[in-house]
């Protein structure tokens, strides 16, 4: 399969990996690195409620590779000659695919990991689409907590009353995603207000 | 299809120090006769001002907030009054002001004799209303005496004996027990639907917000909403 076709089917963006695998386009663009290292920043980016697993580290890269959005150079070691390693770098698709998976919600993905993992490596000018982004998720939310059966106060029984609570939980959840989502919105236009020159970096 | 209820574009600011602080930026809804929406939003996110603007009671400092076709800011003080007095119906939780010695029944006659209602039309109204919000036993209550949960229900009785097109509601109180604040959405819910009232109701909780046909959310001035702009949603049948 090209690189275009790869692109075109987004096949990479499916599955519950989705969510590291952007993020390491996103840390490849930065600065390209080996498994090691790119799991080690990922690990650092993403904070203490990932799991980053090295060795999964290294089948998202080989995965990034087979699609044409990563290319594995052998490269000697720092420090160590005569030994090499493999380094990942970006290519000249692994841009547009960040700025397409920065703008995509996916259904079966969890969703909120995955905006999570687009906010812990965005760039400046991805503001824009993350903004897009946490609407879309906003108002998914709110679609789920409005088909959310209403209780009328008196369960008449232990199992209403089951029924009862377990909206509520859901209730008590997408509230706080939708204020999650509404809270960043507000504070990355803040940011843009005070510093618009930041989406022409 | 001439809205109830629309608001255009408005935006309303309040002066926060030396800086203007937007609580509504450029908002749009439509309201539709017999339909209800919800809005949702944190503490200070703009509610009580979206519901306030709503009401006549402020003006949107650009835009347009139209009543069945009129511009709020084309009317004058006594137009807008009037309209509260009548047409439009607007309950918040600070505006329960009981007199000592007042009973239910003389609390929720007073707004109709003002307008010049016969005292048993407005005594029949009162009752009607009362069996409405299932609290008839309280007509002789002394007001000031209600717990929250009926004094919510006699704010609503009291509304609702104005025999309003639109119905605002601003979160109305905190109730002590969440089945008492879910019995309250309820009767809402069933008293607008049965009298084919519109409704516009804040709360801090989507649950409260359940069961009607729309639910917006409001943050930093910014609607979201679960109905694409300018959908239409019709009384379901009863």
């Known amino acids: 399969m090209s690189t275009g076709q790869a692109l075109q089917k987004k096949t990479w963006m499916r599955g519950p990996s989705t969510p590291l695998r952007g993020a390491l386009l996103a840390l490849l663009l930065e600065r390209p690195g080996h498994g090691g290292d790119l799991a080690n920043r990922l690990a650092t980016r993403l904070g203490e409620t990932w799991k980053v697993d ?11 590779a087979g ?69 879309a998720y906003e108002r998914e939310c709110l679609v789920l907590a409005h088909l959310v059966f209403p209780t009328d106060g008196e369960a008449r029984s232990w199992a209403a009353l089951c029924m009862d609570c377990t909206r509520d939980a859901i209730s008590a959840q997408l509230q706080t995603e939708v204020d999650w989502a509404a809270r960043t919105r507000q504070r990355i236009n803040e940011y843009l207000q005070r510093r618009p020159s930041a989406l022409t970096r | 299809m001439m809205q109830l209820l629309s608001f255009t574009n408005a935006t309303k600011a309040y002066a926060d120090g030396a800086r203007a ?40 400092d650009s835009g347009s907030v139209r009543f069945e076709g009129r511009d709020m800011a084309g009317m004058t003080s006594g137009e807008r009054a009037w309209l509260r007095r ?40 009162a009752q009607r209303a009362l069996d409405q919000v299932e609290f008839r036993s309280g007509a002789a209550a002394e007001t000031a005496a209600l717990s929250l949960s009926c004094r919510s229900r006699v704010m ?23 089945g008492d604040r879910d019995r309250f959405y309820a009767l809402l819910r069933r008293a607008v639907r049965e009298r ?11 649950a409260a917000l359940q069961g ?27």
């Open chain 2, 86 to 125: 009548g047409a439009i119906a607007f309950i918040a939780a600070e505006d329960w002001r009981p007199l000592a010695g007042e009973s239910v029944m003389d609390h929720l006659c007073a707004g109709p004799l003002g307008e010049g209602v016969p005292v048993h039309q407005a005594r029949l109204r």
């Open chain 2, 21 to 60: 602080l937007r609580v509504l930026d450029s908002v749009s809804l439509d309201l539709a006769r017999g339909t209800s929406v919800g809005v949702y939003g944190t503490r200070g996110a703009g509610k009580s001002t979206l519901l306030r603007l709503a009401a006549g009671l402020e003006l949107a």
């Open chain 2, 196 to 206: 084919r009232i519109s409704l516009l109701a804040a709360s801090e909780e989507i």
């Open chain 1, 54 to 64: 090295t060795n999964d580290v290294y089948r998202l890269l080989e995965q990034l």
């Open chain 1, 67 to 135: 699609t044409g959005l990563a290319v594995a150079r052998d490269e000697p070691k720092r420090g160590n000659h005569g030994r090499t390693h493999l380094v990942y770098h970006p290519t000249e698709s692994t841009s547009a695919a960040l700025s397409t998976w920065m703008e995509t919600l996916l259904p079966r993905e969890p969703v909120r990991l995955g905006l999570q993992a687009k906010l812990a490596v965005a760039r400046p000018q991805d503001a824009p689409r993350l903004l897009v982004a946490l609407k």
């Open chain 2, 156 to 178: 609503l009785a009291r509304a609702l004996v104005q025999e309003p097109r639109l119905l605002i509601i601003d979160e109305p109180a905190v109730m002590p027990s969440i």
């Open chain 2, 212 to 238: 009607l046909d729309v639910l917006v959310s409001l943050a930093a001035g910014e609607l979201c909403s679960t109905e694409p702009a300018g959908v239409v949603v019709p009384f379901p049948s009863v």
